[in-house]
């Protein structure tokens, strides 16, 4: 069968070292790692952003043989900053992910998705970073790509829409058969979700597996530097820590 | 865009085109029974590139600042407040002056050239997605060395009669251009503007940010690339032959917006027809305001386009400060 997405050998200069990347099925993969360890610049590399070195295919199909409209139900790629260059109406970005003359049932789907249908008319600038995020969501969801890559879909959204994203991305998985790759940093609410966890550092994949045996390994502690007690993460070796112990 | 704007700017557009040709029409009827053919040639010869030339370089500013202001992600951004006018001003007046080339092909390359200059120096210096403070701020110092540097080269000219040969052109002005003249603004300008009607998907892309542009497969530095080159190509060719005309580009646009549900490139096509209509209504003014002489059509651009650019700083403060 042909894998959803096979990336061979994706570089970025001075940001990501080659890098081989796969998902044979239909999957939810979580990026996990350090600020500025590489999660971004393999997605990136992923959605073919600043010219990546090395081949992207998802499903067989290069994103480059194909034309915008044919690609947007390719991939779509969230970024992780949440302006809005321009002050458009919610509901016309969201369409904007939509290839031209796409119905506009789409559209209302992805927004009624994440509650955003009273939101529709509204200028995007004017919206709470939290809504504005949906809509940026609803915008890469709408096209029900073969492949979804999110840097930080989470961030800005409250606990409830967290979970409800999350459920979100999961149903995408496992009813639509999307392939679906997120950075995030919440460990816990990736491991909850993902079918697997991918642990990056230095612009390299350093380790990746089951999310719970993740979480339990040592190469998270080391790369994080930070542990697991009771349930709860701490700092690993902080200066005080070592003062107050006997 | 509402199904009746479209064609209702076309019908406005095309008939202030007739108007232009027929206003005042009593000396062309009286002309018509007396001596048909020298009423044709003032038909032919003076009102048909009068009329083309507003046309034209209307379109060409109301297009290049719709493309230019969705490649900027900024409502301020136009060919003159971006300082484009003034390169192609600066371009040509030393192409005529300096280096003695007044032939109209001579000139519309010296002001392709100055335009272009302009755009990429505001490119080095305020960056592909400025504030609209460091926009304006590099726009106005571009403004003032080129108009400098054309004052310098005016008065270094061999010609002593350079300033008030320049004086007329300077201030723009479509009167007294052959139909040759008309046609070297008006072909490149059309070339232009068809072109970056081409871009207007691209530049709707760019309202999600440059990264998720490129996602969608668009080459994001050839389209800025496109856009300058197409702006200085078709501004240049328009300056060189009418001079500078200001506002224009900034006000359609805005007034396009409001048809293409605030798309930027979707803008493109509208503000073209809305460009080429405000200069055509200029131009009406400036022919029959009844003050005994004719004025420079770009003051009264600028007489409109000041106040209106006024409001929108006036108002654009409001908003961000509420």
């Not at chain 1, 500025?36 to 990136?44: D, E, F, N, R, V």
């Not at chain 1, 119905?103 to 927004?111: F, G, I, L, N, P």
């Not at chain 2, 300008?189 to 068809?194: E, G, Q, T, V």
């Amino acid at each position: 069968m042909t894998p959803r997405l096979e990336a061979r050998a994706v570089s970025l200069p001075g940001r990501l070292r080659p890098t081989d990347f796969r998902l044979a099925a239909p999957a939810l993969v979580c990026l996990v790692g350090p600020n500025g360890s590489g999660k971004t610049s393999l997605l990136h590399a992923l959605a073919r952003i600043d010219d990546p070195a090395g081949e992207v295919r998802i499903d067989g199909l290069r994103p480059e043989d194909l034309a915008p409209a044919a690609r947007k139900r390719l991939l779509a790629y969230l970024p992780a900053s949440r302006e809005a260059a321009w002050p458009l109406a919610a509901g016309d970005l969201v369409r904007l992910g939509l290839p031209p003359g796409a119905d506009d049932d789409e559209a209302e789907a992805a927004m009624a998705a994440l509650d955003l249908a009273p939101f529709a008319r509204r200028r995007v600038d004017r919206l709470s970073t939290g809504e504005r995020s949906r809509v940026l969501i609803a915008r890469a969801l709408a096209p029900r790509p073969r492949l979804l890559l999110l840097d930080e879909p989470v961030a800005n959204l409250d606990p409830l829409w967290q979970l409800r994203l999350m459920e979100t991305l999961r149903a995408a998985v496992d009813q639509l058969g999307q392939g679906v790759v997120v950075a995030m940093h919440d460990l816990d609410l990736a491991a909850r979700y993902a079918d697997r966890l991918v642990l990056i550092d230095g612009g390299a994949i350093v380790a990746e597996g089951e999310p719970q045996a993740m979480l339990a390994s040592p190469s998270l502690e080391a790369v994080f530097g930070i542990e697991r007690v009771a349930g709860i993460w701490r700092p690993l070796n902080r200066p005080e820590d070592r003062r107050s112990s006997p | 865009m509402s199904r009746l704007a479209f064609p209702a700017l076309i019908l406005a557009a095309v008939s202030a085109f007739v108007l232009s040709l027929a206003v005042p029409w009593p000396p062309v009827a009286a002309l018509l029974e007396e001596d048909r053919p020298l009423a044709l040639a003032l038909l032919w010869e003076l009102r048909l590139p009068r009329a083309l030339l507003a046309l034209a370089y209307g379109a060409m500013l109301g297009a290049s600042g719709a493309a230019i202001q969705a490649l900027f992600a900024n409502p301020l951004a136009s060919p003159d407040l971006t300082g484009t006018t003034s390169g192609a001003a600066l371009g040509a007046v030393v192409t005529a002056y300096l280096l003695g080339f007044s032939a109209p092909l001579a000139l519309a390359s010296g002001a392709v050239a100055g335009a272009l200059a302009a755009l990429v120096l505001l490119l080095a210096l305020a960056g592909p997605r400025a504030e609209t403070a460091t926009l304006l701020l590099a726009g106005l110092a571009i403004s003032a060395l080129a108009g400098a540097l054309t004052t310098l080269a005016l008065a270094l000219a061999p010609s002593p009669f350079a300033f008030y040969d320049a004086y007329e052109w300077l201030m723009g002005s479509l009167a007294d251009r052959s139909l040759e003249q008309a046609a070297f603004a008006a072909a490149p300008a059309l070339l232009a503007i068809l072109l970056l009607l081409r871009l207007a998907g691209p530049l709707d892309s760019l309202t999600l940010g440059e990264e998720v542009a490129q996602s969608f497969g668009h080459d994001v530095r050839r389209l800025r690339f496109g856009i300058v080159c197409l702006t200085a190509f078709g501004v240049g060719a328009c300056v060189a032959i009418c001079g500078a005309i200001g506002f224009i580009g900034l006000v359609a646009p805005i007034f396009a917006r409001r048809l293409s549900g605030g798309h930027p490139g979707r803008a493109v096509a509208p503000a073209a027809l809305i460009g080429g209509l405000l200069l055509l209504a200029a131009d009406l003014v400036v022919r029959t305001a009844p003050l005994g002489r004719t004025l420079p059509i770009g003051v009264v651009t600028a007489l409109l386009g000041a106040p209106f650019f006024l409001w929108l700083v006036a108002h654009m403060r409001w908003r961000l400060a509420r």
